[in-house]
């Protein structure tokens, strides 16, 4: 990889269409990566953001199920929702696409096809489980039975969940299906497996030789872990009606594996975005190929897909996979099925216009290297004692002084610029590159850190300076004083956007500046003398304890009614990210 790409393809990991999504997805994957992306176009980069509903696969079919409609209404549902739920916390993908389409199947079909008749895959047969009363087989998620090793009578075909051994459905004692009840039978079936085995010597020298030192910790750690386990062929396929059918004569009632379809829905959708070049940023030397993802994605996208890419051929692979942790909330681990979680779209139903406040607060205690909790009373304590103490008070005074005393007009400089002033703007200068170098690492709460450590220059320039006081004994100086401030706030508008993007408009409407390059954004003539701002208006506002407080008891709430439930019926299942 060239050390300046000339273009970046950024991908996030495709969420399953088969719920909405909460902060944990927000903090851990989408966040970043749109801080990164609004970053790099910022720094005039040619980037593409590609996203999209992972709409296959047996997390989707399991939830119709539950809900008693077709996989496809659940997917169009959860796709609405979720496609929403991003737009209104500011992520700007370039596409939000969807697994479903006519471009994903012919893509992905082709993509199989092609390393079939190329003699790619291994053909093997097997037996599993055939529920003969649903005429079907079955997922290792639609099998369950008593676990050998605790006992427990729910234990899932793939994990018990009681005491967390991974299983393989044959090992279940009177195992029955989900679907009808009743004991299912053994059959054979063939499937296509990919040889990852074949793949290993490649897999160690690409990665544990040639990442060691940029690829974070937890990510290296992990897939150097799985190669020196060895790795085995993974079955491709699977028997089930809900997904890429498999291009193949004679596999009728079989489709694609949803995790061999879905990180080829990042190649689709760039062509969906891009028909003609989309190839470019996915073959070209040139391009730098980023995947945004959780934890529990690791293997799939720096093993699997990589070894698929591999295969065919032609593909760049990719540069980074800057993978974070977990997110807790309020000490627990958050999951759907107790209903612990913020979910993004009633987040925005009890804080309106507050996107940014959470963005704020969630990669300020990003999981980037542990897994994190996020509590109200943090999110309360950073919106005041950071966004508005700090932040907003330093714009707002710079703006509301230059009215009072200027009548809206960016003053001139009077007289010489004092060591102070030289001192603000010389730290004004030198924060792109120190915020964007620390993005460019994957170091997102760092970087805002420093973003903070900026509006700090800008607060305490004006406590040291105290325009309030000295326009009572000189005014030309206090214009200076101002001047210098309002340009320190006008480089905010640019150096803020990845970060907070709808606070950094109202700010550009504030000063009526538009966001500029990167590159300028420390220059101390950002805005002229005697350039009109706009009206000052606050940027953010205090949340009252009673505000916070609603929310925890909304949550312990939740925790009464889950224990009312287990009280009488059995424990909640756990929601685990699943692959089968
Ligand atoms: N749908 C997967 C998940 O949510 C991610 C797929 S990324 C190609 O874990």
Redesign the pocket.
């Known amino acids: 990889m060239s050390l300046d790409p000339q273009r970046y393809t950024v991908t996030a990991?495709?969420?399953?269409a088969n719920g909405p999504v909460h902060i944990g997805h927000l903090a851990g994957v989408y966040l970043p990566a749109d801080i990164y992306v609004r970053y790099l176009r910022a720094a005039g980069r040619d980037v593409k953001f590609i996203c999209g509903s992972?709409e296959h696969g047996v997390p989707i079919t399991i939830r119709a199920q539950k809900e008693g409609v077709t996989p496809q209404q659940v997917v169009d549902k959860y796709h609405a929702i979720i496609r929403d739920s991003f737009a209104e916390f500011g992520v700007s993908f370039d596409i939000y696409s969807r697994t479903s389409s006519k471009t994903h199947s012919e893509v992905a079909s082709g993509f199989f096809k092609k390393l079939y008749e190329e003699g790619k895959f291994i053909e093997q047969t097997s037996q599993q489980y055939y529920d003969e009363k649903a005429e079907q087989f079955l997922a290792d998620r639609y099998i369950v039975g008593t676990c050998p090793n605790c006992g427990n009578e729910n234990a899932y075909g793939d994990q018990c969940e009681k005491c967390g051994s991974s299983l393989s459905p044959t090992e279940l004692i009177s195992p029955r299906s989900m679907l009808s009840g009743n004991q299912p039978v053994l059959r054979e079936t063939k499937h296509w497996y990919l040889p990852l085995d074949q793949y290993e010597p490649w897999l160690r020298e690409w990665i544990v030789e040639g990442h060691k030192a940029d690829w974070k910790t937890n990510v290296y750690g992990q897939c150097k872990s799985w190669i020196d386990q060895g790795l085995q062929p993974r079955a491709v396929t699977r028997d089930l009606d809900w997904g890429v059918p498999v291009p193949v004569e004679g596999a009728e009632g079989k489709v694609l594996y949803v995790w061999f379809d879905?990180?080829i829905?990042?190649i689709s959708a760039t062509k969906d975005l891009l028909p003609d070049t989309w190839e470019t940023y996915w073959k070209d030397s040139g391009s730098k190929l980023v995947h945004f993802?959780g934890k529990?994605?690791i293997v799939?996208h720096c093993i699997i897909f990589p070894a698929m890419l591999k295969a065919h051929g032609d593909y760049i692979l990719p540069d980074n996979v800057p993978a974070n942790e977990f997110l807790n909330l309020e000490g627990d681990k958050i999951s759907t099925s107790r209903n612990w979680a913020v979910w993004l779209h009633e987040y925005l139903l009890d804080f309106p216009g507050k996107a940014d406040v959470l963005r704020y607060a969630l990669c300020a205690n990003a999981p980037e290297t542990k897994d994190n909790d996020f509590t109200w009373k943090d999110f309360q304590a950073r919106n005041n004692n950071e966004l508005v103490a700090n932040l907003g008070n330093f714009v707002n005074r710079a703006v509301v002084l230059t009215h009072k005393f200027f009548a809206g007009k960016v003053p001139t400089i009077g007289g010489d610029l004092q060591p102070i002033d030289l001192e603000a703007l010389a730290q004004l200068a030198e924060f792109p590159q120190r915020i964007g170098e620390l993005i460019d690492n994957y170091r997102f709460r760092d970087a805002l850190a420093e973003l903070m450590n900026l509006t700090r220059v800008g607060n305490k320039y004006l406590a040291e300076t105290e325009p309030w006081k000295l326009i009572k004994t000189d005014e030309a100086r206090t214009g200076t004083v101002l001047h210098v401030a309002l340009q320190i706030a006008a480089g905010l508008v640019t150096l803020m956007e990845p970060f907070l993007p709808a606070s950094a408009e109202k700010l550009g409407e504030m000063l009526r500046v538009e966001k500029g390059s990167w590159q300028t954004a420390g220059r101390p003539n950002t805005l002229q003398a005697g350039h009109e701002i706009g009206a000052a208006a606050l940027l953010f506002d205090k949340i009252e304890d009673a505000t916070v407080e609603a929310q925890v008891q909304k949550l312990l709430d939740t925790k009464k009614a889950n224990e009312l439930a287990n009280a009488v019926a059995a424990p909640a299942k756990e929601d685990v990210?699943f692959d089968d």
């Open positions: 990991a495709l969420p399953y992972d879905a990180p829905g990042y993802i529990d994605n799939f990210s």
